[in-house]
């Protein structure tokens, strides 16, 4: 039966991890899931509790570290950025007037929702505008004043 809170217990983790996106709450659905383990085969509860904990804590210790180096973005990690990653700093052309809550630009063809990274500036359908961040698949834009190089 301690086997099964225990599963119960990890999966829960899980889904919290899910939720949560640190990568920091998996690690203890690691060590719910070695006490079930340790469960299974019939240890007592204290000994469940030692290898929840001494899992736990080893996996926060050793992989996490591993774990967040891998995830860094690409620009800290000097490699090239693509997907969502690389459409900041992407010039595009306000379609519909931009505003701090709605608006409509081209990148390359294709139409995103925008919105005005700064609440005081509006964008004008025909004005060229450079991405700041990607917020789903809405784009916050600031004016682009860069000249081409």
Do not use: N, Y
Request: aromatic content about 6%; hydrophobic content about 55%.
């Amino acid at each position: 039966m301690e086997a099964v809170l225990w599963i119960v217990l990890a999966i829960a983790l899980v889904i919290g991890e899910a939720f949560t996106a640190t990568i920091l709450v998996i690690f203890f659905a690691a060590g719910a899931a070695a006490a079930a383990g340790a469960a299974a085969i019939g240890a007592p509860l204290l000994v469940q509790v030692i290898v929840f904990a001494l899992v736990s804590g080893l996996s926060v210790a050793a992989v996490r570290p591993i774990v967040m180096r891998h995830a860094r973005p690409a620009i800290e990690t000097g490699d090239t950025p693509f997907g969502v990653e690389a459409m900041e700093g992407v010039r595009g052309t306000v379609v519909d007037e931009v505003t701090e809550s709605r608006g409509m630009i081209k990148i390359d063809g294709e139409l995103w929702q925008a919105r005005s990274f700064d609440a005081t500036d509006d964008f004008q359908p025909g004005e060229r505008v450079r991405v700041v961040k990607v917020r789903g698949a809405t784009v916050l834009v600031w004016r682009d004043d860069v000249p081409d190089v």
